[in-house]
C-alpha cells in the first residue's frame, strides 16, 4: 500500500507538470483523526482527514508548532475541514521559505483541495501566515493568529520591550545573509506592506495574551491590527484573560475555541470555485531559453512595455519580486518601459530607446490592448504596430521569450458581453498566432471572473488602472502562467525561436527615433534642447527636458529627409495645439489637427503617422504650420519631440 501511494503521488504530480518529489511515509492518529504522513521535497508533512468531509475540501493550513492548541483544528476535522502541516521551521518565513509554501499550495490545489485555504499562525507562525497571504491575497480565506510575530525587530531582534531571542536573531542574520541594520531595515515583517492583503478583504483574527512579554502586542499585534483596519482590512482581537498566563504572558488558555472555529468555518465554507487562472493562457512558445539563462547563467535582464498600467505600481512590481524570489541566486535586470498614454504604433517606434538598447532581453513583457483603442489607431496601424515589436524584438535576440498580455478596460467588458473579441485584441493575436507568442487573456478573464461572481467592477477592479485588489487579480494570473512555464522548461538547451514571413510588409518592425537635430529650419523654426512647458500644463516625464522642433507662428517651414518605408511624428500636444500640413516627395499637402482630446489637461505625447506606405528609398518630407486650428486650442503651437522612421 505504501508504494502504491507513493507512485500515484509521483504519477499525478508528473501529470500536472510540478517537480515535487513526495513520499508517503505513515499513518497514524492525531487528536482521534486519522492523519498520512509524507515526506514532501524532503520536508516533513501531513495531512489529517475529517470523518466527513465536505464539498469543496477546505482545509486550514498550521504554520508551526502543530501540536499546540489543537481544539479549534479539532473542533474543524470534526465538521468536516482537512489540516495540514508542512515543516520549514527556522525560516522565519523569508522568501525562500515561501517559495516552498508557493509549491505546496499548488500541489494540494492540484489534489482537489480548495484554492483558498485558512492560515493558522501560532507565535512566530504568524510570520508564514502573513507573508504568504500578502504575496497570495486571493488564495486566503482568512488569518488566524496566536500571539503571533508580527515584526522581527520586536522579536527575535528584541529591539524594543521584548527581551528578543538572540540565538533566534543571528539564526535570521545567517538565514537571511543580512547583518543586525539590514534585517531591521530590509525584512519583510507582517507588518509592513499590508495593503494588498486589505484591498483583498482577508478577515484576520488574532488571540493574545494582554501580559505577553514575550511578542509584546504594544510592537506586534496591536500595530499590526490598527494599520490593518486603517487600510481598510476585517480584524479582530480576541484578548484571553482566563486561566493560567505562562512564559511571560506568551503562552495562554484558549478560551471558546469553538468561536475561532466559527470564525474559520464562516470565512472558508461553502467552498466557491474559483476559475483557473490557465483558462487564460495560450502558452505557445513557452519560456524555455529565459529559464534556462535564469538558471544556468543566473543572469536575467526583463522588460516591461505598455502604458500606464504598466507604468505605475502594482502588477510589475509585484511580478519582479516574484521572479526575483523564484530564482534567489540569479542577478536580475528590470527594465520599466511603461509609458502613460503610449499603445503599440509608439512602441514599435520607441523600442529601441527605452528596451533594445539596454542589452539582449531575456524576457519581454508588451501590452498595448488598451492604449490601441483610446489613441485611435485603426486595424491596420494595430497590426503593423505590434508586428513591429513582436520582430524587431526577435531580430535584436531570436532567443527572447515574449508575454503578450491582453488588459481589460470598460469598451472591452462590453465587447465580450456582445459576443465579441475586441477589435484590437483580434489584431494582436493575429501577431501573437503568427509568431508564437504566449499570450495572457486579462481583460476576458475580468469579465468572466465578474460573471462568475468572484468580484464586481465598481467595488473591486474600479477602473483600467486596477485598485489594489485589480493588481491581484493580474498577479495571480501572470505568476500562474509564469510558473507553468517554468515547470516545463528544461535547462539543458536554448532554440533560437521562428521569425516567419512579415504580416504586413510595412510593418514597423524596423521602426525608430530620430534626432529632431537632422532635420533643415527653414523658417520659423527653433530648437530648444531641454523643453519644458512654461504654461503651468504638465507633460509626460519621459517627454520633458529633452530637444524639441518648435514653432507657433503660420507658415513656418521645415524639411526632413530621410530613408524607409514610413514617417512620422511624436508631438507634445498641449493646450496651444495647432495644425499642420505637410508633402512627401513634392505630393499635394494635407492637413493634420494636433489637438486632442486631452491636450487641455497636458502636454501629451501624440504619435502621428504621416505616411506609411513609403518605397524604401531616400524620401523628403516639409511640414509647415498652419493658421488654422482646433477651436478648442489656445493657440497654433507645434512641438517636435521625435522623427518616427521604419527603415
Known sequence: MLKTFTILFLVFSFLIGQAQTVTKTGSDRWHGFERDRFQFDGREAWIVKPLQPLDGKPWIWKAYFPDWHTDMDSILLSRGFHLAYLQTNDMFGSPIAMQIWNKFHGWMQSNGFAEKVALEGISRGGLYVYNWAKRNPLKVSCIYAEAPVCNTSSWPGGKGKSKGSPQDWQLLMKHMDMSDSQLVADFDDPIDELEKLAAAKVPVLHSIGLQDKIVPNEENSFPLIDK?????????????????????????????????????????????????????????????????????????????????????????????????????????????????????????????????????????????????????FNNMAQIRGMEGIVRHMRQSNPKADIIMMHCVDPDKIADYKMGKVPDEIRNHETVANHYQINTIHLAREVKERMDAGEFTWKEDFRDLHPSPFGHQVYVRTITSFLEAAFEKAKTDSVQAHALPTMINPFSYANGDYVDVGRAKLVKGWSIDPRWQPKDGVGGRKQYVNIPALIADTPDAILEFEFTGTAVGICIASGPDAGNIRYSIDGKPFQSVDLYTRWSGMLHLPWYIMLNDELKRKKHKLIIQLSAEKNEKSKGTACRILHFLVNQ
Not at 325 to 350: K, L, V, Y
Open 228 to 376: 490593518y483596519i486603517r487600510l481598510g482590512g476585517i480584524a479582530t482581537i480576541m484578548p484571553m484573560t482566563r486561566g493560567a498566563q505562562q512564559l511571560e504572558g506568551h503562552h495562554f488558555v484558549i478560551e471558546n475555541p469553538e468561536k475561532i472555529a466559527d470564525f474559520v468555518f464562516s470565512n472558508s465554507y461553502p467552498v466557491k470555485k474559483l476559475l483557473s487562472p490557465s483558462w487564460f493562457h495560450d502558452q505557445r512558445s513557452g519560456l524555455q531559453n529565459s529559464y534556462h539563462r535564469f538558471v544556468k547563467e543566473k543572469k536575467g535582464r526583463v522588460a516591461f512595455m505598455g502604458g500606464s498600467i504598466t507604468e505605475g505600481k502594482g502588477w510589475r512590481e509585484l511580478v519582479c519580486q516574484y521572479l526575483k524570489e523564484r530564482f534567489p541566486d540569479t542577478e536580475f535586470e528590470f527594465i520599466n518601459a511603461g509609458i502613460s498614454s503610449t499603445g503599440s504604433t509608439p512602441g514599435a517606434f520607441r523600442l529601441q530607446q527605452d528596451v533594445l538598447s539596454k542589452g539582449p532581453i531575456d524576457l519581454f513583457f508588451e501590452e498595448a490592448a488598451v492604449n490601441d483603442r483610446t489613441n485611435g
